[in-house]
């Protein structure tokens, strides 16, 4: 079974690399030969390295909320204005690396359109996230759903094949000691045959709920128990 913390942290490693990786390709075809600054190159990973962190944050809300078990009608509002507001957060938290690294100067973060921008930005980099998110977490409990389901009615058809067998067999049983008694020859041989079958099927499919009770008294092997009720009689 796959761990799930090990599952996620890889994801979220894995995926925000990416996004750095993609970020420093891109910003390598916009230098038009000039190549990209190592101070860039910094600065994109500590954004990518908060995104995590934000993205973790958000995360720890979504599941101390229950936001997963709400209704799309309430969940989208909560989705929308939770984006909204990392993105306008991340806008801030990048400024002090943006400022030391020289790739911003204060007058140029604080203006009103580089924080829309960028706040926009990043409010489209997490819903990307949170769509991942959501849509795996969805699968994943439908897939568990479906499989709960599943088990419940095997585990129902099985109870009610235990409960019902047995009094189909024995009652065959019945019929045949009676076959005997009144020395009916073919329809006892005709019923045993039937019954040993049925017999072998049911030992074979529930042998916790039959054999085991009947071991006591003939063995735990179906033949024994057969044997022992037709045993000779005094």
Partial sequence: ??????????????????????????SVFASNGQGVSSQRVIFLFAEALLCLLLSHIYRYVINQRKWLTLGMANLIPRVILGVFFLGFVMCFLRLPFAISLGISSLDRALDLQTILVSSFFYTIIFSFWSALYFIYNYFERYNTSLKLEASAKEIELSNLKAQLNPHFIFNCLNAINRFILGHETEAASDGTLSCHIAFHRHVSVFPSAYCLDIGSRGGNHPDAALRHYFRPRA
């Fill in 1 to 26: 079974m796959v761990n799930k913390d090990r599952l996620y942290w890889t994801l979220q490693a894995g995926g925000w690399a990416f996004y750095a990786g993609v970020q420093i390709l891109f």
